[in-house]
């Protein structure tokens, strides 16, 4: 008998064909990719803030880029971006020094489209009503897609109120740190029209304790702000090292200072500072982080000597909201995805969004993310109100405790919506790997989590008003549901007793956090929403894991508001 394969028999029957053709199966029960939809109108929440604090005016604006984040290219970019591993460059072929870091072109690609769009400088360029809140809701957006290329925007956006401290410094800078455009040439800045910031703080002896930094600063000439110094020493952390200019600490004779430091000198010789090598990160990998040595490096001074920790942290303040809103992005896209798989995968004969368990999940997790978004965009709009004393006070402290909540809070988000989409979830070409080994970064850096609470300490004890004003905008939902109502007033009076009070500072950060949420969400959101918050979040209802929503809750509804419609 001849047993060899025939593969194209002439007259074969339907099994004979589905046997020699390898017709395994059919793929059905699969959903589609999450791409092509527009990140602004599918997002009811969102833009819900956006007119609540105060942006309606560039409602196109968002619409327009919420359609371009949302594109398959654009998303495409992101992943592009994060699977080709960053090389450093320390020398050129013929030897010289060049500390040139190459990207792939997709990170280029969505650094333009980020300072195309002014991620770095619409507040500052445009201010008035909205303009922080405008700015936060295309951020949310961007980061989305990718947040590691986020860093440098960030550092260049939150660089201007340091740079400010030195008036006659900021002038030759300003308007290049402010340029809607994106050059990456590793040239001398004079030669650019736009520029980017970094900054360098953290040295191997400590981070949060900057004050142990070890880097000296030599005057060349007359000292003080303003004038020329060349640093000496090491940065154990320097993010985004390509920038053109980075804001660095370092000690002078007078003290811990804050200096200006470009990566060429004024004579378009390179400047004496070098990348060691490239950090080896969990996540955040298409940014790149690096060791550097200032060997001389040319600087000059911004603000006063021997005041740098409170001239660079009016930079940090502006890169802590950051953190905030690029976590609440990331909750938002972790939900999303989770959303949408189950809104097309069925399990048991059933869509998995239909059923109870994962509606309970599901929901719990939409309520995490729509809490840390609208308490982000309120205290977008605390920054675009500065000159009212109540939202001055209020964004010092909703600063820090939002940005140690929120933080936190995304790590076992992402994990969480991962598990909602099974084994794929965990699948390298779907985007839940990434938010996830994203997730812990924003809560470690720019002040890690009881940094974030101690500093909510130190504003309580220099300004004891930020409390007043915490608790007078958390206290507008009083009376419209009680188990709200207890919680304000038991972390109220937990303020009076300020034994151990560090021991128990997240404890009470936590509270702070919630409180806040909750008002926001009682007053603005969906009833279901605040009604599932305040039962799930401000009374003890046992239960650690997401999906603890009790009894009675209007799952659905909390569901179909997070729920982008796509396919
Ligand atoms: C991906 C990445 C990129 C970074 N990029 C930059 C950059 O561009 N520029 C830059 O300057 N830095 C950068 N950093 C450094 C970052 O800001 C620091 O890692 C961070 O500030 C913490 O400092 P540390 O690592 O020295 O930890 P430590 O200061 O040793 O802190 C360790 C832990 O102790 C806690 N802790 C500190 N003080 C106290 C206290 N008094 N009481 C209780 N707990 C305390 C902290 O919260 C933290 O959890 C980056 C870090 C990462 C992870």
């Not at 609440?328 to 959303?339: H, K, V």
């Not at 982000?376 to 402290?397: C, Y």
């Not at 600063?399 to 390298?428: D, L, Q």
């Not at 979040?537 to 659905?556: E, H, V």
Request: glycine share 8%.
């Amino acid at each position: 008998m001849n047993t060899a394969r025939q593969p194209y028999p002439k007259t074969p029957d339907i099994g004979e064909a589905d046997r020699f053709l390898a017709t395994t199966h059919e793929v059905f029960n699969q959903p589609s990719a999450l791409e092509n939809y527009n990140l602004f109108e599918q997002d009811t929440a969102l833009q819900e803030a956006v007119h609540r604090e105060g942006a309606s005016a560039a409602l196109n604006d968002l619409k327009a880029f919420g359609a371009l984040a949302g594109a398959a290219d654009t998303i495409a970019l992101g992943f592009l971006a994060n699977n080709n591993k960053l090389v450093l460059h320390t020398h050129d072929r013929f030897g010289h020094r060049i500390d040139d870091v190459e990207f792939h072109p997709a990170y280029h690609e969505l650094m333009r489209m980020a300072f195309e769009n002014g991620l770095h400088s619409s507040p500052w360029t445009n201010p008035g009503k909205g303009a922080h809140v405008a700015r936060a809701a295309k951020y949310y957006m961007h980061s989305q897609i990718e947040a590691a290329h986020c860093c440098p925007v960030t550092m260049t956006f939150a660089a201007i109120p340091s740079i400010h401290k030195q008036p006659e410094l900021a002038k030759g800078w300003e308007q290049r740190i402010l340029a809607n455009s994106y050059d990456p040439r590793n040239i001398p800045d004079s030669q650019k029209a736009s520029v980017t910031i970094g900054m360098a703080m953290t040295e191997k002896q400590g981070g949060s304790d900057v004050r142990a930094n070890s880097t000296k600063a030599f005057a060349v000439g007359t000292e003080g702000p303003g004038q020329a110094y060349e640093l000496v020493g090491h940065k154990w952390f320097v993010s985004a090292p390509m920038c053109d200019a980075f804001l660095v600490l370092a000690q002078a004779r007078g003290g811990l200072s804050c200096f200006l430091m470009p990566r060429w000198r004024p004579d378009g010789s390179k400047n004496a500072w070098q990348i060691q090598q490239l950090k080896s990160k969990i996540g955040n990998v298409a940014n790149a982080s690096s060791e550097v040595e200032l060997r001389g490096a040319l600087a000059w001074m911004v603000g006063e000597e021997g005041r740098g920790v409170p001239t660079i942290i009016e930079m940090v303040a502006m890169t802590r909201f950051d953190c905030m809103i690029g976590s609440s992005a990331g909750m938002r896209q972790a939900l999303a995805q989770a959303t949408h798989h189950c809104r097309h995968r069925s399990v048991f004969g059933d869509r998995l969004i239909d059923q109870p368990l994962m509606q309970n999940v599901l929901a719990d997790l939409a309520l995490e993310s729509e809490a840390a978004m609208a308490y982000t965009m309120r205290v977008a709009r605390a920054m675009d109100n500065q000159h009212i004393e109540q939202e001055r006070l209020l964004a010092r402290l909703a600063t820090p405790v939002g940005k140690y909540w929120i933080c936190k809070r995304t790590p076992n988000h992402a994990y969480e919506a991962m598990e909602c989409i099974g084994g794929s979830g965990v699948m390298e070409d779907c985007i839940m790997p990434r938010l996830f080994r994203e997730s812990p970064v924003n809560a470690i850096w720019e002040g890690s989590g009881n940094v974030q609470c101690l500093d909510t300490l130190r504003a309580l004890q220099k300004e004891p008003e930020t409390l007043d004003a915490f608790f007078k905008e958390a206290a507008e939902a009083k009376g419209a549901d009680h188990r709200f109502d207890r919680f304000l007033a038991q972390l109220q009076n937990d303020f009076a007793d300020t034994g151990d009070i560090q021991y128990r500072a997240r404890n009470l950060v936590d509270r702070m956090a919630l409180a806040m949420q909750g008002s926001l969400l009682i007053r603005h959101s969906d009833k279901a929403v605040a009604d599932a918050f305040c039962a799930s979040r401000l009374q003890d209802a046992g239960g650690m894991n997401y999906g603890n929503l009790p009894s009675g809750t209007d799952a659905a509804a909390i569901i179909k508001r997070a729920t982008p419609v796509v396919g």
